[in-house]
């Protein structure tokens, strides 16, 4: 028997999410296309890959959605939507472990919101024991959940101390001042961190220094702008504490928070006052129907209580036609109107349903595409790789005996007639 239970959840009123699909360039193999989840996993095992903590790899992959989301179209006269460097976010596709992926699936979706829009979020090494304000790095970037505050917990882990020897010659040429000798920090922002520094060659900005040597000498020499300036005959040395601009969430805080028992939303809120975790930016009350091997989200639409039973006897088909099993508990989100759908998926309303995962999105009353989705999440899961996308929807057509994408379906028919289905099957990985 189908069992219900009321919780609250959290879906997108008022703001389309990301779309299904994400251009990412890698250095190897040019753009692909993948899903959110699948980049999101691919950027925490660069930037997060060391992390111990659960919760504190939950709270980042959720910074790390909220970033892309964010800045999305950094690269879009490019033709893409991410770099794989730090430019955007460090993304390693081939360093993804189980756990990683785990910590991306246990916040599915969900995102920073404050004034119900997206927020801009950040991350930082280690911030020395406290963070900066966004504005005090990036004026353009102020917001009141981005401020200057003391984090004991990263201070418990130690201030990170680091020393940058820079000789005057090498210093002269990056920041274009022949004939530079002298240099002491001048101006602190309200973090200490150095604003501004007096050389002979008048005043030079502590950021831009910070990025012209990062760029000429690597990131790893001077590591954060918290430091003293200390001056020699043939170099300026650099000693300082911490790594990175020093705002937003603080990796290293963030890891001794989760192992002091904090859960990954108290760790957001700790990082980022006043925003609110979720898949959307209000919440409304679900209603969950458990089938055998699958639930369903309901908004309370009359009928959604047939749903369980016929959402069993569509992925017990889709493991039939594919051959595949599926070992994850397939989640089926019914949207109570079409608005509210398109709203929260980015999707036109054109389209009854989208797959992300092992999630499916429904339009209200469209239980008759549950075969088609419920094939996309079989083939979906069964793939260490994201299949190419006519690929995905033209199996997903000629499995189902559909037409929804007749251009896909066609390019699978002929694949099938020129070698089998089991070949497409077995090497749908490799076909691009």
């Known amino acids: 028997m189908v069992a219900a239970l009321r919780i609250v959840a959290l879906i997108l009123l008022a703001w389309p999410l990301l779309a299904q699909t994400a251009r990412v360039r890698l250095a190897d193999k040019g753009v692909v296309h993948v899903s959110l989840e699948e980049y999101v996993g691919w950027v925490i095992a660069g930037e997060a890959g060391g992390m111990k903590s659960d919760e504190a790899l939950k ?42 992926r785990a910590a991306v699936e246990a916040t599915e979706g ?74 002491e920090v001048q101006t602190r922002t309200a973090s200490g961190r150095a604003l501004s520094l007096r050389t002979n060659r008048g005043l030079v900005n502590a950021e831009r220094l910070h990025l012209l040597v990062g760029r000429e000498m690597g990131w790893n020499l001077m590591r954060s702008r918290s430091y003293d300036v200390e001056v020699t005959e043939k170099q300026a040395v650099f000693r300082g504490y911490g790594t990175g601009h020093g705002v937003g969430l603080c990796q290293i805080g963030a890891e001794q928070r989760g192992k002091a028992g904090m859960k990954w939303e108290q760790i957001l809120q700790a990082y980022f006052p006043g925003t609110r975790a979720g898949v959307a930016a209000t919440d409304i009350p679900w209603r969950i129907l458990r089938g055998e091997r699958v639930d369903i989200w309901s908004a309370g639409t009359p009928g959604d209580e047939a749903l369980p039973a016929k959402a069993d006897r569509a992925l017990a088909e889709a493991e039939r036609l594919t051959g595949l099993k599926v070992l994850k508990r397939p989640i089926v989100r019914v949207y109570p109107t079409v608005v509210v759908y398109r709203d929260s998926t980015g999707e036109s309303g054109k389209v009854a349903a989208v797959t992300r995962g092992r999630v499916i999105h429904m339009q209200p009353r469209t239980e008759n595409a549950l075969k088609h989705e419920m094939l996309h999440v079989a083939l979906g899961l069964n793939s260490r790789t994201p299949l190419a996308l006519w690929l995905d929807e033209g199996l997903a057509d000629y499995l189902g005996n559909g037409i929804t994408h007749p251009a896909e379906r066609a390019r699978v028919d002929a694949l099938v007639k020129k070698n089998s289905l089991q070949w497409v099957l077995d090497n749908r990985e490799q076909i691009k």
């Open 59 to 100: 709270a980042m992959a959720v910074v790390i959605r909220t970033y892309a989301r964010v800045n999305r179209n950094r690269h879009n006269s490019e033709g893409f939507d991410y770099c794989e460097t730090t430019h955007c976010q460090d993304a390693r596709v081939g360093a993804v472990t189980a756990r990683l």
């Open 110 to 183: 969900v995102i920073l919101w404050s004034n119900g829009r997206p927020a801009t979020v950040f991350y930082t090494g280690h911030c020395g024991g406290k963070t900066a304000a966004a504005g005090e790095i990036w004026p353009t970037a102020r917001r009141s959940y981005l401020p200057s505050q003391e984090d004991t917990y990263c201070l418990s882990a130690g201030r990170n101390p680091w020393t940058a020897k820079i000789a005057w010659t090498d210093l002269s040429r990056i920041l274009g001042l022949p004939g530079l000798q002298e240099m």
